[in-house]
């Protein structure tokens, strides 16, 4: 049976009215590699495109039922990229991570996975001699993995070129092992060896069709099948 995997939507803004979506690329990605796809939704009643991250008060039990419900359907959860962290973000990053559920953080999730625990909900800006946030680019820039990660057994190789679409990037979080970065040390990928799958990659590989990014997928709806 294939597995099922929740993607987190995100606000977009076409024509000035508000959307919860989720980017078609994440959909036939997953759907390519052997996924069923699902979107996982909040429960409240705040236009997320209307309030900003700090006014928006912690989610409700009710709310945060709804979002149980949802995840537990799922096999394995997608944080996808965006341009914003609300407060259901959190909660699902932290049900996931508590319950060893199987999390693939991309761009903005990375960044989301790299809050868990922390009081500041705060990255960095982009300020280096690499331009990180490059449209419709396959390959940007290049990132050297740790090789006693989790991500290179994934892939097996220690150097090889991303996409780049980000002008924000992840602080050090303690709780996670730092295992890969850009060469202007950006900070690239983040992981939990001890859980199945918490893994958060800053490229884009939903926009590669090539083995470093399909063996990442792959590896990852594979886990979620288990």
Same mark, same amino acid.
């Given at each position: 049976?294939?597995?099922?995997?929740?993607?987190?939507?995100?606000? =977009? @803004?076409?024509?000035?009215?508000?959307?919860?979506?989720?980017?078609?690329?994440?959909?036939?990605?997953?759907?390519?590699?052997?996924?069923?796809?699902?979107?996982?939704?909040?429960?409240? !009643?705040?236009? @997320?495109?209307?309030?900003?991250?700090?006014?928006?008060?912690?989610?409700?039990?009710?709310?945060?039922?709804?979002?149980?419900?949802?995840?537990?359907?799922?096999?394995?959860?997608?944080?996808?990229?965006?341009?914003?962290?609300?407060?259901?973000?959190?909660?699902?990053?932290? +049900?996931? #991570?508590?319950?060893?559920?199987?999390?693939?953080? #991309?761009?903005?999730?990375?960044?989301?996975?790299?809050?868990?625990?922390? =009081? =500041?909900?705060?990255?960095?800006?982009? %300020?280096?001699?690499?331009?990180?946030?490059?449209?419709?680019?396959?390959?940007?820039?290049?990132?050297? !993995?740790?090789?006693?990660?989790?991500? @290179?057994?994934?892939?097996? =190789? %220690?150097?090889?070129?991303?996409?780049?679409?980000?002008? +924000?990037?992840?602080?050090?979080?303690?709780?996670?092992?730092?295992?890969? @970065?850009? &060469?202007?040390?950006?900070? %690239?990928?983040?992981?939990?060896?001890?859980?199945?799958?918490?893994?958060?990659?800053?490229?884009? &590989?939903?926009?590669?069709?090539?083995?470093?990014?399909?063996?990442?997928?792959? +590896?990852?709806?594979?886990?979620?099948?288990?």
């Amino acid at each position: 049976m294939k597995p099922l995997i929740g993607i987190v939507a995100r606000v =977009e @803004y076409p024509g000035g009215t508000h959307k919860l979506v989720i980017n078609d690329e994440y959909r036939r990605k997953l759907i390519s590699r052997g996924a069923d796809v699902t979107m996982i939704l909040p429960h409240g !009643l705040i236009d @997320y495109g209307d309030v900003a991250s700090k006014d928006q008060t912690p989610i409700t039990p009710d709310e945060e039922a709804s979002i149980i419900r949802q995840i537990n359907q799922c096999d394995g959860i997608l944080m996808p990229g965006g341009f914003k962290t609300n407060n259901f973000d959190l909660f699902i990053m932290d +049900y996931c #991570i508590r319950n060893d559920i199987p999390c693939f953080g #991309i761009c903005l999730g990375m960044q989301i996975l790299s809050f868990y625990k922390k =009081e =500041e909900i705060a990255n960095d800006k982009n %300020e280096t001699e690499i331009n990180h946030c490059v449209e419709d680019v396959d390959y940007v820039h290049e990132v050297t !993995l740790d090789t006693n990660s989790k991500l @290179y057994s994934i892939i097996g =190789e %220690e150097k090889f070129m991303v996409n780049s679409r980000h002008n +924000y990037h992840a602080k050090d979080n303690p709780l996670f092992d730092n295992v890969a @970065y850009a &060469p202007d040390g950006i900070l %690239e990928a983040i992981e939990m060896k001890d859980k199945k799958f918490i893994i958060g990659v800053q490229w884009h &590989p939903e926009k590669l069709d090539d083995e470093n990014s399909n063996k990442i997928f792959d +590896y990852f709806i594979d886990t979620c099948k288990n």
